[in-house]
């Protein structure tokens, strides 16, 4: 499964911003997919994540009520829906996909990760 983020840009605080990651490959509606983002200089932190049908989804609580991820596994896309923005949302955004949810969200093993995308969100 190769993966393609897209989406990120520089916002101001309150604004809303919804990213795409597409993914090749006829497996996408078997993988749970996520989204992580990282700081420079900091660890990578999980943002969310969804079990292959969609009808399931993990948030961290710092995005807890204003990030929504849904995905389209018809054209194997999935979205970052991020609303209420804020400064320290500020990071690159990697889209992932995993085995299952546990394995995205517990156990940190994720099988493929795409290339980040950039939000910026400034005061």
């Known amino acids: 499964v190769q993966l393609q983020a897209s989406g990120g840009g520089l916002v101001h605080t309150g604004d809303s911003l919804r990213l795409s990651c597409v993914a090749s490959g006829r497996t996408f509606s078997s993988y749970a997919m996520g989204w992580f983002r990282q700081i420079p200089g900091k660890e990578r932190e999980l943002v969310g994540a969804?079990?292959?049908?969609?009808?399931?989804?993990y948030y961290a609580d710092a995005v807890k009520g204003r990030f929504t991820i849904s995905r389209d596994n018809v054209q194997n896309v999935v979205y970052l829906q991020m609303n209420s923005l804020k400064p320290e949302d500020t990071a690159v955004y990697y889209c992932?996909?995993?085995?299952?949810?546990?394995?995205?969200?517990?156990?940190?093993?994720?099988?493929?990760w795409g290339p980040g995308t950039q939000v910026t969100v400034s005061s």
């Open positions: 969804t079990i292959s049908s969609g009808s399931s989804t």
């Open positions: 992932v996909a995993g085995v299952s949810l546990h394995a995205i969200v517990v156990a940190d093993t994720a099988n493929y």
